[in-house]
């Protein structure tokens, strides 16, 4: 069995945290990153948690001869796709520097992956192909709506690129994960999420807020029809989400999968509000965050929370880790890298 991976965006908050479990299931793992938004210094961090450094190629995936040589000179079976953009605002502002990085990274992967018959890829999608659905909690079968950004829309044309492909070769599978909201840090606190400048997302917010950085932090909207005013989400902690791409491989390389092409929801199935989330980042941490009701951010949903029945059975895989215990460990991955005793 080829346990050789090769993991593309793996210096990134996703990608190293699935380099980690990787390296602990037993595979060989070999990053692509053009550090285009992480840091070299994270494979330190992993090598630090697994005790193996696993070989890093400083590589644009958009440039194919870059990426041609890699093939040649690393027989994997396998690859994880993470390399791609993901600010949802700035894709609406900039849409080519999405449509190009997304979708022509993940083409030159499947085109070469053809080519040298490589077999099995995962693929990171997203929660956000759901929009604003019908029906909650969302399944594999609810309908994708039409994207509302180009990021969303970069996922949804590549999952058909997958599901196309798939459909006309044989020696090609692949899985799509839908990720609901990654949220927290490894436990060693030696890797984590970095986001450059004003972070958009939720949790780094408010880590930044307790660590002073941000003066407050903006609740968006208390008005949504909802138990407490504030949207619904999933948050799904990043060693589980990491542990996904895990199971995912190894259903693949054992040939376990039904269909060559796959798609799961990874959430935890339930859904959290704002004001809990705060609120539970208070308790966790026994501090007291600074924050105040703003009015609504254009084009959030009101909730979206992931039926995750598939991902259980079919890949026997669970949410393991309590929301308190998610949230102290992004805590402690915010004190480490601000050096907050
Ligand atoms: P991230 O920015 O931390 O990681 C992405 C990594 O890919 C970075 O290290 C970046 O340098 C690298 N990269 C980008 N373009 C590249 C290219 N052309 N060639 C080589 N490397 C490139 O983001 P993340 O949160 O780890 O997200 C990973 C994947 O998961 C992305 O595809 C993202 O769209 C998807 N996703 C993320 C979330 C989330 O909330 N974080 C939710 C759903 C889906
Ligand atoms: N949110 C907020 N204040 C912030 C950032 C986010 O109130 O500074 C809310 C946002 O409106 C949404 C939830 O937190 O309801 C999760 O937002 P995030 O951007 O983390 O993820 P999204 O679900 O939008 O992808």
Redesign the pocket.
Known sequence: MNKRVLV??G?????SHTTVELIKAGYEVIV???????DRAVMKGIEQITGISPRFIE????DREAMRRIFEEHDFQSVIH?????AVGESVAEPLKYYR?NLV?LLNVVELMVEYKRRNIVF???A?VYGDADTLPVTELTPRKPATSPYGNT?QMSEDVLRDTAAACDGFASIALR?F??IGAHPSALIGELPRGVPN?LVPYITQTAAGIRERLSIFGDDYPTADGSCLRDYIDIVDLARAHVVAIERMIEHRNQKRYEVFNVGTGKPVSVFELVHCFEEANNLKLNYAVAPRRAGDVTAVWADTTLANNTLGWHAERELADTLRAAWQWEKSVRGIE
């Open positions: 593309t965006g210096a990134g908050y996703i990608g692509v990153d053009n550090l285009s938004n992480s590589a644009d995936c958009c993470f390399a791609a953009f993901k990085n990274s990171s999608s997203s956000t996922k990720y909201n990654p997302n």
